[in-house]
């Protein structure tokens, strides 16, 4: 059964940091691309961050400077690194695999975890 798992949320002040994890199983997600998505109450699901298989990375320009995705394809596992947070930042984050190649999108999306719950205090 293949698996994401994400880890690392929480309940942080703003201007701190948080580093997510999203563990994958079941299968190599190497040939994948991986990246984050979040959702915040009341509104719909945004893309943050992936990185290809080669190491290529896009970022949303509302992350970009202040996040930092990465992965190790030993461990299959990806990691996002969130620094200087804001309070806009309060979202569930969604960990997502993607084989097909181009922009994460959702129909195009193979696997989602189940979320990690990160809270940005003022």
């Known amino acids: 059964q293949v698996q994401l798992a994400e880890s690392g949320g929480g309940l942080v002040q703003a201007g701190g940091s948080l580093r997510l994890s999203c563990a994958a199983s079941?299968?190599?997600?190497?040939?994948?691309?991986m990246g984050w998505f979040r959702q915040a109450p009341g509104k719909e699901r945004e893309f943050v961050a992936h990185?290809?298989?080669?190491?290529?990375?896009t970022y949303a320009d509302s992350v970009k400077s202040r996040c930092t995705i990465s992965r190790d394809n030993a461990k299959n596992t990806v990691y996002l690194q969130m620094n200087s947070l804001k309070t806009e930042d309060t979202a569930v984050y969604y960990c997502?695999?993607?084989?097909?190649?181009?922009?994460?999108?959702?129909?195009?999306?193979?696997?989602w975890g189940q979320g990690t719950q990160v809270t940005v205090s003022s």
């Open positions: 990185i290809h298989w080669n190491g290529a990375m």
């Open positions: 079941g299968r190599t997600f190497s040939s994948h691309a």
């Open positions: 997502a695999a993607q084989l097909a190649g181009g922009p994460m999108l959702g129909p195009k999306i193979d696997y």
